[in-house]
């Protein structure tokens, strides 16, 4: 039976989440695939700041906001150390504007925080009933440590609310580890001595799991259609599986087909993908080492199952390339 209509809002939709749910949703339409008739309203900074409160609280007034997503965060990790400010504005202060304009408005609060709430120290799945931030295993850096207070706020404000925590997020949008990886393959192809072929290295130390965001919009967008939002809490949302970024990046590589460990695909010569550890690359930010997320939670609460991470890289590549955002050597 149809339920009464929803209105959503989802801010910061010009990213890659939110463009993720703009698509995974009109597919969902094409298909016949919506039990409810929800009306999405798809607002980004210029629609819809969130760091102004009077915006916030009047937006949701006006059109009458029954659930906010926010993909809206400040995500880049390495210029939020020199920006802290910034960025505990947007992933901290603007998610209480949130969480407090949905508790006066009585609207459900769907936020997304990350796998670097911890320290990734661990060496087992992170579970949520493990505490993020505590002691040797606090958040690496001002990124990891705005999105824990983020989701301090929402559980302390008392709003009705989903927090999903996700990991190393990619898509067909924005800029992200499957387009720079493959581009940077594609490049090396020919990079070496004499038209040779060349090589990339990719660090193997950390550890973790490649989430297509459209996986993770299908589950947001199941969890509203089915009118499960009031199973409040955290739950953990990354793809199925462990990798590198090294093993990543070699997928990718074998997926476009310009890549590989030996710099050979068959007879043909690739680029050639070098493993290497993180202290080889200068970087601001310390990352997590390991920082695999546990999804029994968010399975057995949602009936939800997650792809493979290679399953759905094959996908995001197979659109990337059917696009022409990126080459391979199948449809070149
Ligand atoms: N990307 C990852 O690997 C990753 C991993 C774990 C968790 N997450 C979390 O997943 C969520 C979605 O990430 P994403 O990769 O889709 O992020 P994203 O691509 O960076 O998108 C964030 C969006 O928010 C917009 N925005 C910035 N300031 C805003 C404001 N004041 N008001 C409204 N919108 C504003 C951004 O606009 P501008 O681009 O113009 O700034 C952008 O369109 C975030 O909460 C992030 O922390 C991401």
Known sequence: MMEKTKNILVTGSNGQLGLSLKKVLGRNIEEGKRKN????????VNELDITDKDSVVDFMAEHEIDVVVNCAAYTNVEKAEENEERAD???NVAVG??????KDAG???????TDYVFGGKANTPYTEDMEPGGGSDAPCGVYGRTKLAGEKIITASDCKYLIFRTAWLYSDYGKNFVKTISNKIKENTTSGDNGMPGSIKVVFDQVGTPTFAEDLADAILTVIDKRMLDRQGVYNFTDEGVCSWYDFAVEIGLLTGFGSTIGLIGKKKVCRIIPCRSDEFHSK???PSYS????TRVKDMFGIEIPYWRESLKK????LAEADVIMTAYNK
């Open 37 to 44: 008739n929800d009306n999405f309203l798809f607002t980004d």
């Open 89 to 91: 504005l947007l992933n």
């Open 292 to 295: 695999v997320l546990d999804k």
């Open 97 to 102: 504007y949130l969480a407090s304009a949905c």
């Open 107 to 113: 609207a459900f609060l769907i936020h997304i925080s």
């Open 316 to 319: 995001c590549i197979s659109d």
């Open 285 to 287: 930010v310390e990352r």
